[in-house]
């Protein structure tokens, strides 16, 4: 059974960080590629980052670079989102999905291995 486990959302102050780890376990679980989306009331899911094995390939969305930092512990299978100078924003339920090679054809659009979900609220 592929799980996929995300913590570390939470409260933080406009300019504030916060560190989202994601550990998916199972036998058949999919991990070449590990990223994360967020979803916030009323606006469509956004993609924000994913590396792929080997941190061969990496990608963050345009409203997050510079900000946010995708890393992975491959012998683990977690994947970990570190975000620095939060704004209001990136207020948001942000999901941990990772996925095989051939997720990377259509990022976003074809669907991967889904975690429940993290809220993150920036506010003062």
Known sequence: QVQLVESGG???QPGG???LSCAASGSTVPTYVMGWFRQAPGKEREGV???SKGDEYTYYGESVKGRFTISRDSASNV???QMIALKPEDKAVYYCETAPSWWLRNPWTNVGTWGQGTQVTVSS
């Open 79 to 81: 994947v970990y989102l």
């Open 10 to 12: 939470g409260l933080a």
């Open 49 to 51: 980052a994913y590396i």
């Open 17 to 19: 960080s916060l560190r």
